[in-house]
């Protein structure tokens, strides 16, 4: 008899697959988790702890600004600090500050300062994730980089179904501040995995075939080679001994994949994650309608259970990210994001249906919460994917800054789209806006269409 395929077999060919979930990703996968839940959490709860102390509903848009506008400064400014001091330096940072944030309101039940409180959570929150991510795709193998991303979202999954829910049940509670208290135990705990994650100092923590040790080992072999035909050269005089210093210099400056003296705009802005960044731009304003909007939406149509939408978009993500190994590796990117692109054209469509032609209370309810599931399979593919092709298309010396400029998109067009939405729908009402978003998913295919690399 044959020898039997390993567990980690290609089923297709029988050859051993590389090593997918390491002890680091998993810390770095569950610690993500722990601050995309606190960040949905505050989110979704921040305006009904305001409102419980006499803050109005404008202040509370105010504050959610606040936020988001703390997380693009810090997404900015972590990106170099990513690439020059490390992920788990940023990271520690990014929960203390976070921490910071969620402990300040049990000091105080004046709303006020509460623009301090965002501000602080917003970039503790924007430094944590944009760190993790550049940390998760360290300790990937780069033939299952599509996949194991997939399945570092899964944190931002589970996250919006179980962080709002959680933080409106602690808001709800006597006294409210047990928000805060709950909140801070989850950030707490997502700190205490990142003392743990010490891949950079021992990078033999991570598989053989990580992009972070592999990547290593080769400018090692590549600095001993080098180091050796000096010495060789030594031999030969002082001239074309500090010759050979000069031309090793030069050569470990490009191995390294940078340049010495780089501008400010260089070490922020990476152009080679344009071509995953741009189509997000466009396509995240509609993710911000259904972030900020459908829940209003739905209840404004009467739907009874307007948050299910969530939760059921939350399951349906998570679905797609656990079977995305038989397809994000395996297929050009731009075969593969017509399909998530068209699921959310039909998502929005049922949406538009729910408000014109669905006059009835159950069939129209049930095709509401329906289109979350459809539209969980849009994102649950399409935000995995365009992440993947920002950083695959950069150098991994660069990964901090592509990661950055990925999710600084995102920011930009989620918080941007809460204005626009609001104006338009107040302008037309829903129907016309939920068509707006539709025109940005599909104009979203056309921009991946011509700035999709070729390979």
Not at 235 to 248: D, F, I, Q, V, W
Request: hydrophobic content about 50%.
């Amino acid at each position: 008899m044959g020898k039997r395929a390993s567990k980690n077999d290609d089923s297709r060919g029988g050859s051993p697959r590389e090593q997918l979930w390491s002890t680091t990703f998993v810390l770095v996968v569950a610690s993500t988790l722990c601050c995309f839940m606190v960040g949905q959490g505050l989110n979704s709860s921040t305006s009904v702890y305001v409102a419980l102390y006499g803050g109005t509903a404008a202040y509370a848009g105010v504050l959610a600004a606040v936020f988001s506008g703390a997380a693009a400064v810090v997404r900015l400014l972590s990106g170099p600090l990513i690439d020059g001091r490390g992920r788990r330096i940023v990271m520690l940072f990014g929960f203390a500050v976070l921490i910071v944030g969620t402990v300040g309101p049990l000091f105080t039940h004046d709303v006020a300062p509460f623009v301090v409180f965002r501000i602080l959570q917003g970039a503790g929150f924007s430094a944590v994730t944009t760190a993790s991510a550049t940390a998760a795709a360290d300790a990937l193998p780069a033939s299952r980089m599509g996949e194991g991303i997939g399945y570092y979202g899964l944190g931002q999954a589970l996250s919006m179904s179980v962080g709002p829910a959680l933080a409106l049940a602690l808001v709800s509670t006597d006294p409210p501040e047990n928000l805060f208290v709950g909140v801070t135990a989850i950030a707490v705990v997502g700190l205490s995995m990142i003392f743990l994650c010490r891949y950079e100092k021992h990078p033999e923590m991570l598989p053989e075939e990580a992009v972070y040790r592999r990547r290593l080992e080769e400018g090692e072999s590549e600095a001993a080679r080098t180091g050796a035909a000096e010495a060789g050269k030594e031999s030969e005089g002082g001239k074309r001994a500090e010759a050979a210093e000069t031309t090793t210099s030069t050569a470990q400056s490009r191995m390294e994949g940078r340049p010495k003296r780089e501008s400010i705009a260089s070490r922020i802005f990476e152009k080679h994650a344009l071509p995953g960044t741009l189509p997000m731009i466009v396509l995240s304003p509609a993710f911000g309608f259904v972030i900020f909007f459908v829940g209003l939406y739905g209840a404004s149509l009467g739907v009874g259970n307007a948050g299910l939408f969530y939760t059921l978009s939350a399951v349906s993500m998570i679905l797609v990210r656990l079977k995305s190994g038989a397809f994000m590796d395996r297929f050009a990117p731009i075969v593969i994001l017509p399909v998530a692109l068209a699921c959310g054209l039909v998502a929005f469509a049922m949406l538009v249906a729910c408000g014109t032609v669905l006059d009835g209370a159950p069939v129209r309810d049930a095709v509401f919460n329906l289109s979350g599931i459809v539209y969980g399979f849009c994102i649950g593919i399409a935000l995995p994917l365009n992440q993947s092709v920002a950083v695959k298309n950069t150098p991994p010396e660069r990964w901090g800054a592509a990661n950055a400029l990925f999710q600084l998109a995102n920011d930009v067009g989620i918080g941007g789209a809460c204005v626009i939405w609001g104006i338009v729908n107040d302008c037309f009402g829903f129907p016309v806006t939920i068509c707006c978003a539709m025109c940005c998913i599909a104009a979203s295919y056309f921009v991946a269409r011509a700035v999709y690399p070729k390979e």
